[in-house]
Each structure stands twice: as structure tokens, then as C-alpha cells.
Nanobody, 122 residues
């Protein structure tokens, strides 16, 4: 089992940037695929990005490709999501999650953080 804690959310104007972090205390962190998902009010949770154990495999949703970059540092037990050129439609609670496969489907991820709010004003 792994406990995940997100940080870095906040309020930013459209066109701005934020960097989210997902941290774990467990030394088994490097065994997991780590993904980012988001959920806006009244909408279903949606996939954002994911990265394999060694960082060699990544997937992005079409809506963030080219604007967001996922990275990980297994020595620090962290995964980051650099978000550039933010749009109001990026407003959501962002969650990181740990799983075994580099996939877009949320049910494949077994452990979830509590989420961090990102608000993009127009």
C-alpha cells in the first residue's frame, strides 16, 4: 500500500502555469505507475497523464498534450505535473494515483491522494 499526497494547486490566470507534486513516503514508490486525474464540478473524473515506473512510458489526454508534462523522481518519491498555458477548462480537483499499468482508465489505479484544487480564471 502507498499513501499519496498532492500539493501545488492554487488560483492562476488563464495562460499561466502551475506545478503539481505527488509525494509518497513509502520506499516502494518506484514500483508503481503514477497517474494524474482531475474532476471538475458536476463532471466525471477524467484522465490527465500517467508515467511508468522508470519514467520511460507516458500517456497524456488529448486535452493537455503539449501543455502539461509529467515527470518523476524515484529518489525523492515524487511525481510532478507541470501545467503550462492553463485554460479555464482546466479548473478541477487534481488527483494522483498509483497503479500497475500505464493506462488511462481510473479503475486500474488502486491508491489515490486526497486531491488539490486548481482554479484557472479567465
Amino acid at each position: 500500500q502507498v499513501a499519496l499526497v498532492e500539493s501545488g494547486g492554487g488560483l492562476v490566470q488563464a495562460g499561466g502555469s502551475l506545478r503539481l507534486s505527488c509525494a509518497a513516503s513509502e520506499r516502494t514508490f518506484s514500483r508503481y505507475v503514477i497517474g494524474w486525474f482531475r474532476q471538475a464540478p458536476g463532471k466525471e473524473r477524467e484522465f490527465v497523464a500517467t508515467m511508468g515506473r522508470s519514467g520511460g512510458s507516458t500517456l497524456y489526454s488529448d486535452s493537455v498534450k503539449g501543455r502539461f508534462t509529467i515527470s518523476r523522481d524515484n529518489t525523492q518519491n515524487t511525481v510532478s505535473l507541470q501545467m503550462n498555458s492553463l485554460k479555464p477548462e482546466d479548473t478541477a480537483v487534481y488527483y494522483c494515483a498509483a497503479g500497475d499499468y500505464v493506462v488511462r482508465t481510473s479503475y486500474e489505479y488502486n491508491y489515490w491522494g486526497q486531491g488539490t484544487q486548481v482554479t484557472v480564471s479567465s
